[in-house]
Each structure stands twice: as C-alpha cells, then as structure tokens.
C-alpha cells in the first residue's frame, strides 16, 4: 500500500495534477465506495449543510432536488383526536403567519399543540429543504388515532368499567403559495383593508352613543315631541 501511495506522489508529480480521486485510481487503489459517476465528480453535501431526509430525491447527478411539500409529525399526544381535529381543520389552507396567530387566540388546549408543530413545519421547510417561511401555506393538517390506554373505572356497590385514556398523532403537511395564490391574498388584504376602512368612516367619534334600552329612549322621544 505504501508503494502505491509513493507511486501516486511521484505521478503527480511529474504529471499534469489531476483530481485526487482520479489518480488514486490510476495509482490501483480502491475505495470503499464509488466516486466518480461517468468521469465527473458524483456532488457530495457539506458538512455543514443539513442532512437530507429520508424522502429526499436527488437527480442523476446526485445533486439533491427541492422539494414541493415538509412535513411534521408529533405523536403521543394525550388528547382526543376530535378534540386536536377541532383545532386543526380551522388552520387547514391558511397561511403559516396567520395560522400562528390565530392560534395564539384560540382559546382551545389543542391550540398549544398545533402551534408547536405548524412552527416545527415552518422550521423544516426553511432549515433542511430552503424553502421561504414567509410563502408557506397549511396544504394538510389531520389527526390519526393513537394508542388508546385502558384504566379501571369505580362505580358504587363495588362494581367498576373501563376508562379509556385517548392519544393521537397530527401531522401538518406545509408548502410554498403559488404565484397566482400570492395574487390572490394581497387582492383579499386589499379588499379587507378598505372595507375596514370604510366602517371606521362611518364612526363618528365626537357624538355620544346611546346606551340606554330602546324602550326608554323611545319614550324620551314621545316626550320631546309633545313638548
């Protein structure tokens, strides 16, 4: 092995310098895995990129393709699936920054849980894929049964049932908007905004609001018109 290595040194040197892994080859030594794809470097990531997933595609060249969808899934959780359902199908087709908010004032338990997953899909998608954060829209977001746990129920007179302690999985499934869909919600944000607009017109601020019941103010009208 060491008359290889010797051999290769003295080649590059009196050669043309060729790439390192070429001349390993020519110099007889093998390798553990194959290097060179149709004369040409096979890409490899940097160890200071993430790691590609376990669905990641790569192209012919092993260079890694993006992808359209992340997802991210936490499992266990100790709620009913109705319950988690009833959270998740209000976020389901938002976009990423306004289904957050409207978690934040969702006044649900489940509302915790699908905000700590939506953020971790956001962070997948920018973090490990390149995806913009600023562009991700909720494409899916269901709940799938989990494991369900049996416990003792006491009743009276000495008899006792089954309590079920429910689990569940949610999985939020995020991608980028659409050109066209990006259209779409700034022509909404701008049909919304005047139409606040047009309703905070119509407040007069300088002029008292009545607040008493409209049984008294009817009478106090009676009274000013026979007056």
């Given at each position: 092995?060491?008359?290889?290595?010797?051999?290769?040194?003295?080649?590059?040197?009196?050669?043309?310098?060729?790439?390192?892994?070429?001349?390993?080859?020519?110099?007889?030594?093998?390798?553990?895995?194959?290097?060179?794809?149709?004369?040409?470097?096979?890409?490899?990531?940097?160890?200071?990129?993430?790691?590609?997933?376990?669905?990641?595609?790569?192209?012919?060249?092993?260079?890694?393709?993006?992808?359209?969808?992340?997802?991210?899934?936490?499992?266990?959780?100790?709620?009913?699936?109705?319950?988690?359902?009833?959270?998740?199908?209000?976020?389901?087709?938002?976009?990423?920054?306004?289904?957050?908010?409207?978690?934040?004032?969702?006044?649900?338990?489940?509302?915790?849980?699908?905000?700590?997953?939506?953020?971790?899909?956001?962070?997948?998608?920018?973090?490990?894929?390149?995806?913009?954060?600023?562009?991700?829209?909720?494409?899916?977001?269901?709940?799938?049964?989990?494991?369900?746990?049996?416990?003792?129920?006491?009743?009276?007179?000495?008899?006792?049932?089954?309590?079920?302690?429910?689990?569940?999985?949610?999985?939020?499934?995020?991608r980028e908007?659409?050109?066209?869909?990006?259209?779409?919600?700034?022509?909404?944000?701008?049909?919304?905004?005047?139409?606040l607009t047009?309703?905070?017109?119509?407040?007069?601020?300088?002029?008292?609001?009545?607040?008493?019941?409209?049984?008294?103010?009817?009478?106090?009208?009676?009274?000013?018109?026979?007056?």
């Amino acid at each position: 092995q060491y008359a290889n290595l010797f051999r290769a040194q003295t080649f590059a040197s009196r050669s043309i310098p060729v790439n390192f892994h070429q001349l390993i080859r020519n110099a007889g030594i093998s390798t553990t895995r194959n290097l060179l794809a149709d004369d040409a470097m096979v890409p490899i990531s940097s160890p200071l990129t993430p790691p590609l997933g376990d669905g990641e595609e790569t192209d012919k060249k092993g260079a890694v393709v993006k992808r359209l969808k992340v997802q991210a899934i936490k499992k266990d959780i100790k709620q009913s699936p109705k319950k988690v359902n009833l959270v998740a199908k209000l976020v389901r087709g938002m976009r990423v920054e306004d289904a957050l908010l409207q978690l934040q004032v969702t006044v649900k338990r489940a509302a915790k849980t699908v905000y700590q997953v939506i953020h971790s899909a956001r962070a997948n998608a920018a973090h490990n894929h390149g995806l913009d954060p600023d562009k991700l829209i909720v494409e899916e977001a269901f709940v799938g049964k989990g494991l369900y746990l049996k416990r003792l129920s006491y009743h009276a007179k000495g008899r006792c049932g089954v309590m079920v302690r429910p689990r569940c999985r949610l999985t939020v499934v995020v991608r980028e908007a659409t050109a066209e869909e990006e259209a779409k919600i700034a022509k909404l944000r701008v049909s919304n905004y005047k139409k606040l607009t047009r309703k905070e017109r119509q407040l007069m601020p300088h002029r008292l609001i009545e607040v008493s019941p409209r049984w008294a103010r009817k009478r106090k009208e009676e009274a000013g018109a026979t007056a």
